[in-house]
């Protein structure tokens, strides 16, 4: 990643981006520490896909609250270790608000990623079933933290 490139996307991590931990957000170091970019355009999201040479695109639908179908969003995806390499190394480059969210996963992952335990029960805010810990993704997104299902998830 070059200079140039890293400062893009910090800008689009800075507007679209979120970060998580899939698995378990209790301040215990487990679930996977999750970066995530979504918008609607499907180049910008090729390009980061690109830059960072890893990770995944999901295409998502989510209708409106209406109930009409809304906008087709791409989304990118990378976890584990690997995120939080890129967590580190956008760091320096963002905001206020995003560092404390990035500074929240890395403290939870002083020596990155490990083999986890069996997972605890969480019902997801979504759907309301129950399943384990590590089938929800927490997101914090705008200091608010959520937990959704997997199946829901995409
Ligand atoms: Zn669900």
Known sequence: MTTLEQAWLAGIFEGEGSVAIAGS???IRRGTPSFIIAMT???VIDKVYKIIGNGYIYKV?????SGEPGKLVYRFVINSNPALNLMRNLLPLLGIRRQAQIKMILNNFPDGCHKRGPGKKIECKSCHKTVTEYDVTYYLV???TESICHNCDR
């Open 25 to 27: 957000f209790d301040g």
């Open 41 to 43: 355009d499907k180049d």
């Open 61 to 65: 639908k989510q209708n409106k609250p």
């Open 142 to 144: 705008d200091d608010i």
